[in-house]
């Protein structure tokens, strides 16, 4: 009887403490939202106030976590002369896949060919609609980009919501701070407490996260509907199988050549992922992934360098949609691109989605950069997709958050700060040997 009692105890144990996780509560927002966005569309889509609010909460505390996780990173480096070299292999994993992913979209458009037979007149489209979005890639030059990572002023750089400027100042002072030697110690412990404060904050704003994700998910579908999903489900079914292959197929095998399984990293990251999905923000998930990056091992400095980086650098779902629904928009006008175009308008991607950050509606305004750069494809084309661009949004953050967690590791292993023990402890498995090849390179280092 004793027994049978302690086993009843410890299922409702587990039972409350399912109930309590997040993880579960979002679910339940996301269920809740949808519902009431598609049976009273109305009602759904006058929620929006509670997802914006949400965000708003995320970004509040964003630009002081990444201030403090850089600065207080940067000071514990011994070698100032390793930050470069961390975020010089950040950037070499960006670009390469980045690339891959347009390639991996641009490949998928041709074989599957989601747009043929559609046979869209281009006069009957209507280039207001798109109007917006035109004259916001039209304003960003290359050298407009690079100029706004300067900030105005030191402190301008926590109020304007540029991660890229908070990235700036924090390694400008924590290396300051640590030329300084033992000046600037009281300064640190300060830095060190203020981060366990905004952390403790960052806990308290995420209890909001399921009324967000239910405000969110109760708008998407209030206003846009599930019409569009059946209208356009060759497209978005695309879409979506594609990250799903990049994921499970590319990112799985980087993965596996650094000793970690893809499918233990999503299932150690499913709280933030479902907060992703109801928000379709992966920014409303970045201080999670910062406090699990570091949980999992991964080096302070390489966390605050490689994250915000990859936010605006490493958008693996946006690139996948953009070659994507380019070639769908081109093929559903009937327009021919030969490969010499397709080539040029990768090219050109590239460089576009660069600039873009991890926020809902940036992969829609590089599109429209993009495919202004190939007069032969009409930017009023993008009309086709606007309808279901915030359907698509959701799996652009989702693929964008796991390939910035990959990234996160895999840097943090090249460069010697990875914590394997740490790393296996968190994912639930035992530490994996490395690639033989990878195992020679670190040898060899």
């Not at 300067?150 to 890229?164: E, H, K, N, Q, R």
């Not at 399984?261 to 907060?275: D, G, H, Q």
């Not at 992969?363 to 915030?390: C, E, H, N, Q």
């Not at 958050?401 to 402890?425: H, M, P, S």
């Amino acid at each position: 009887m004793a027994l049978a009692a302690t086993d009843s105890t410890k299922a409702g144990s587990r039972l409350g403490g399912v109930l309590r996780s997040t993880y579960f509560q979002v679910l339940v927002g996301i269920a809740l939202g949808a519902l009431l966005g598609f049976f009273w569309p109305a009602t759904g889509e006058a929620m929006k106030p509670f997802g914006d609010g949400f965000i708003k909460l995320v970004r509040m505390v964003i630009a002081p976590l990444i201030f403090l996780t850089v600065v207080t990173g940067v000071t514990g480096v011994r070698e100032l002369r390793s930050l470069g070299r961390v975020a010089g292999k950040a950037l070499i994993y960006f670009f390469t896949f980045s690339t891959l992913a347009l390639i991996l979209g641009m490949i998928v458009a041709n074989v599957v060919r989601p747009g043929a037979g559609m046979h869209i007149d281009p006069a009957t489209l209507d280039p207001a609609a798109v109007a917006t979005y035109v004259k916001q890639a039209h304003e960003t030059t290359a050298v407009d980009f690079i100029l706004a990572i300067i900030p105005d002023t030191l402190v301008s750089a926590l109020t304007t919501g540029s991660l890229l400027q908070v990235l700036l100042v924090a390694i400008l002072f924590g290396v300051s701070l640590s030329l300084v030697g033992p000046v600037g110690e009281p300064v640190i412990d300060l830095l060190d407490r203020l981060l366990a404060v905004v952390f403790r904050l960052v806990a308290i704003v995420m209890r909001a996260a399921p009324v967000g994700a239910f405000g969110a998910i109760a708008f998407t579908i209030g206003k846009y509907g599930l019409g569009s999903l059946i209208s356009l489900g060759a497209l978005i079914g695309t879409f979506y199988l594609t990250s799903a292959l990049f994921v499970i197929v590319v990112l799985g095998a980087v993965g596996l050549a650094n000793g970690f399984s893809i499918f233990r990293l999503i299932a150690y990251l499913r709280t933030e992922l479902v907060l992703v999905l109801g928000t379709s923000s992966s920014e409303a998930a970045l201080p999670g992934l910062i406090e699990k990056m570091e949980a999992a091992g991964c080096a302070r400095p390489v966390v605050g360098l490689v994250v915000p980086t990859g936010y605006s650098f490493n958008l693996d779902g946006t690139n996948i949609y953009m070659t994507l629904a380019a070639l769908f928009i081109a093929q559903a006008l009937n327009v021919h691109l030969p490969i010499g175009t397709q080539i040029t308008l990768l090219l050109v991607a590239m460089l576009s989605s660069k600039g873009a950050a991890g926020v809902t509606g940036a992969g829609f305004i590089t599109l429209a950069a993009t495919l202004a750069v190939v007069p032969s494809v009409p930017v009023a084309g993008m009309v086709l997709i606007l309808g279901i661009d915030r359907f698509m949004s959701e799996c652009r953050s989702l693929t964008n958050f796991i390939g910035n967690a990959v990234a996160t590791i895999v840097v943090a292993r090249w460069d010697g700060a990875l914590d394997r023990d740490k790393l296996a402890e968190a994912l639930g498995t035992r530490p994996r040997p490395a690639a033989p090849l990878l195992a020679l390179h670190e040898a060899a280092e």
